[in-house]
């Protein structure tokens, strides 16, 4: 596999944080010789995650490039109209055209029936759902044809279950699913693929000690996931032993039980 990814170029959005999905994501991708471009939003993180720094995204990129490969990134907020085509020509400006795009990049703010409002779920859809749509058709108008084209988009298993208390993500969320496998049928004959991965719970840094001791026992494994487990699958997915793998969405939760 690392000879195929050599020399490719993979966009992948929301690096922000060097414990997060996009980083491990960054990593896999660097170290089987991919040059990345990553974007970062350090405003959204610390909502989320206060310890988070403005240094995390420049020590991703020189972490990146002590592994041989060329590495850029870009602050930019998703949620505007206007970056998803800012992303995708800056890639192509600093590294070259891309055929690799992760849309990892995510809103999530807890809200339930009782809190729900608009600018909350408009907030959820313009990174969850705007974006991942338009970088993905910006991806695809702008790649050459040909073998090797992929769009990996993250979800979070909304077909498989309820997620009470966070309505707005999964409805987004949800909507990347359909979104997949439609964009795969769009696009295929000009050579790219397109599938969706869900990693179920995974220790990004926002698990608390008492939540994981409340998750564990439906984790078969023994343990819950991390981001380096994601990041194992996408990396085959953009590989071209995935070739023939296309407008699906793959569940790898590590044997995780709904209930």
């Not at 992948?12 to 991708?29: E, P, S, Y």
């Not at 999964?170 to 990693?199: C, D, M, Q, S, Y």
């Amino acid at each position: 596999m690392s000879d195929r990814l050599q020399g490719k170029i993979a966009v992948v959005t929301g690096a922000t944080r060097k414990m997060g999905i996009g980083a491990a994501v960054c990593r896999a991708l660097a170290e089987k010789g991919t040059d990345v471009f990553f974007t970062h939003w350090t405003p959204y993180d610390r909502m989320t995650f206060q310890e988070t720094t403005e240094r995390e995204p420049e020590e991703l990129l020189q972490e990146l490039r002590t592994l041989g490969v060329r590495a850029e990134a870009l602050a930019v907020d998703l949620s505007k109209p206007e970056a998803p085509a800012l992303v995708m020509e800056t890639v192509r400006e600093r590294l070259g055209a891309p055929s690799i795009l992760v849309n990892n990049a995510a809103v999530s703010i807890n809200d339930s029936f009782e809190t729900i409002t608009a600018e909350g779920l408009d907030a959820h859809y313009a990174v969850n759902v705007r974006a991942t749509a338009l970088l993905s058709a910006e991806f695809a108008r702008r790649y050459k044809g040909g073998p090797g084209g992929r769009i990996i988009n993250l979800t979070s298993g909304q077909s498989l279950g309820s997620m009470p208390g966070e309505l707005s993500y999964v409805a987004t969320k949800g909507a990347i699913e359909a979104f997949t496998r439609t964009l795969a049928a769009e696009v295929a004959h000009k050579g790219i693929t397109v599938n969706a991965v869900n990693p179920g719970p995974t220790d990004t840094g926002w698990m608390t000690e008492e939540l994981k001791r409340n998750l564990l026992p439906k984790f078969p494994m023994g343990r819950v996931g991390q981001p380096e487990d994601a990041a194992r699958l996408i990396a085959f997915l953009a590989s071209d032993e995935a070739a023939w793998i296309t407008g699906q969405v793959i569940h790898s939760e590590g044997g995780f039980i709904r209930n």
